[in-house]
């Protein structure tokens, strides 16, 4: 059986920003292998998800889908 205490919440690390970390981490992974966008899935009712990917450029791209297109390499 899966424990909802086991899983890892990045909301405890909040203030370490280990959000930001993972997400320069991708966004520069995705730009070297030449993605044109980073899309993440996040709740509507996560505000403090939304105010964090929208903080960083992030637009609406379906339910629960956003987007921050990426710099071409060049």
């Given at each position: 059986?899966?424990?909802?205490?086991?899983?890892?919440?990045l909301?405890?690390?909040?203030?370490e920003g280990?959000?930001?970390?993972l997400?320069e981490?991708?966004?520069?992974?995705?730009?070297?292998?030449?993605?044109?966008a980073?899309?993440?899935?996040?709740?509507?009712?996560?505000?403090?998800?939304?105010?964090?990917?929208?903080?960083?450029?992030?637009?609406?791209?379906g339910?629960?889908?956003?987007?921050?297109?990426?710099?071409r390499?060049?």
């Amino acid at each position: 059986e899966h424990s909802r205490a086991a899983e890892p919440s990045l909301h405890e690390h909040e203030a370490e920003g280990v959000g930001r970390q993972l997400l320069e981490f991708a966004e520069g992974y995705a730009i070297s292998e030449g993605a044109a966008a980073l899309q993440v899935v996040c709740s509507l009712h996560d505000r403090r998800a939304l105010e964090f990917y929208r903080g960083r450029g992030f637009v609406p791209a379906g339910e629960d889908l956003l987007e921050l297109v990426l710099p071409r390499p060049g």
